[in-house]
T-cell receptor
Framework: DVKVTQSSRYLVKRTGEKVFLECVQD?????MFWYRQDPGLGLRLIYF???????EKGDIPEGYSVSREKKERFSLILESASTNQTSMYLC??????????FGPGTRLTVL | SQQGEEDPQALSIQEGENATMNCSYKTSINNLQWYRQNSGRGLVHLILIRSNEREKHSGRLRVTLDTSKKSSSLLITASRAADTASYFCATDDIGGGADGLTFGKGTHLIIQP
């Protein structure tokens, strides 16, 4: 089975802190994605990557950056966390831009 | 941008009844997928239907796709308490590039025991 893991289930940070969210997949998928999920807004794509060292902006990239140094790992970085970045963050991977496999999510609270 | 829109936003039925959720979208698609999310967890892929298919079954799930109306429905038959979850449709848009799927806002389904 495909497994996508995220470094933390719950995270509490202070405004202005630099935050790293890590995602690892074990199925050699080329494509990886970061979404945030907020009540009433569904899933919104932040960034995606279709290869090592490649990254593309999604719908809401402002305030975020990403890193993909290895195929299995895709990191989301909040350079200076703000309260409006309090959200559920979901990572996904996909072999073929069809079905996506999701991690369990990280619920981030920024105080 | 959000494309898929699920209807209804919330649905509560008795265990054993059938549950039907609908999804509408706006552009041409390669395929449409349905996902389930249990409270506070990640999404789980349920079923994928391609644009040249009209109906697909998987266990108690039945999905239909009408590309002329740009709509899809998900039917869960003989519902169980464990089916309580949020259900999302997601489209793989033609010409959408390598940016994957476009998700709707979801239908929250509650199965009353």
């Amino acid at each position: 089975d495909v497994k996508v893991t995220q470094s933390s289930r719950y995270l509490v940070k202070r405004t202005g802190e630099k935050v790293f969210l890590e995602c690892v997949q074990d199925m050699d998928h080329e494509n990886m994605f970061w979404y945030r999920q907020d009540p009433g807004l569904g899933l919104r794509l932040i960034y995606f990557s279709y290869d090592v060292k490649m990254k593309e902006k999604g719908d809401i990239p402002e305030g975020y950056s990403v890193s993909r140094e290895k195929k299995e790992r895709f990191s989301l970085i909040l350079e200076s966390a703000s309260t409006n970045q309090t959200s559920m963050y979901l990572c996904a991977s996909s072999p073929n831009l069809g079905e996506q496999f999701f991690g369990p999510g990280t619920r981030l609270t920024v105080l | 941008s959000q494309q898929g829109e699920e209807d209804p936003q919330a649905l509560s039925i008795q265990e054993g009844e059938n549950a039907t959720m609908n999804c509408s979208y706006k552009t041409s698609i390669n395929n449409l997928q349905w996902y389930r999310q249990n409270s506070g967890r990640g999404l789980v892929h349920l079923i994928l239907i391609r644009s040249n298919e009209r109906e697909k079954h998987s266990g108690r799930l039945r999905v239909t796709l009408d590309t002329s109306k740009k709509s899809s429905s998900l039917l869960i038959t003989a519902s169980r308490a464990a089916d309580t979850a949020s259900y999302f449709c997601a489209t793989d848009d033609i010409g959408g590039g390598a940016d994957g799927l476009t998700f709707g806002k979801g239908t929250h389904l509650i199965i009353q025991p």
